[in-house]
């Protein structure tokens, strides 16, 4: 019976499709077109020359060391105004300090005037340093955070 549109067995599986029904309603929408045969892609095949190339990358990457990153001190600095809680509660929030390690870094902030609140990579440090920033604006305190490079021979 044709009732003016083609059904899936009425398409061959080429680009081309034949129709059963002598309508001349009986359109197949591209959309429902098959996708054409890609029997000339060699998707299952090995490339040519495959050891060859292996062989030249693995040599090229022998050579290759990957140095640790220069790392970064995030520098808490004392003022009058920043409160000893709040300080407490960056360290605790940004930096995941354990409350007794958030105490006393603060402590030792408030005693010597600056403070190391961790070390990391320039990226990490950069983004702890404009998160604390960001919460002591919030909070209106004028906490002051730097970063400054770990020195070279420096262990930590």
């Known amino acids: 019976m044709c009732d003016g549109r083609a059904s899936r067995r009425d398409i061959a599986p080429v680009v081309t499709h034949s129709r059963r029904c002598s309508s001349p309603d009986s359109e197949v929408p591209p959309d429902e077109l098959p996708l054409p045969a890609r029997s000339g892609f060699p998707y299952n095949q090995s490339v040519p020359d495959a050891k060859f190339r292996e062989d030249l990358l693995s040599e090229s990457r022998a050579d290759e060391r ?3 990153p220069k790392m970064w001190r995030v520098l808490l600095h004392n003022d ?3 409160t000893q809680e709040f300080v407490v509660w960056v360290l ?3 930096f995941q300090k354990p409350a007794a390690d958030a105490r006393a870094i603060m402590l030792h902030v408030h005693h010597a005037g600056v403070g190391v609140a961790g070390l990391y990579t320039r990226d990490v440090a950069e983004t702890k340093q404009q998160a604390t920033q960001r919460l ?3 909070h209106e305190f004028p906490l002051l955070v730097t970063l400054e490079p770990e020195p070279e021979g420096s262990s930590s």
Do not use: I, L
């Open 66 to 68: 990957v140095e640790k």
């Open 80 to 82: 009058d105004f920043t």
């Open 92 to 94: 605790e929030t940004v």
């Open 136 to 138: 002591a604006e919030q």
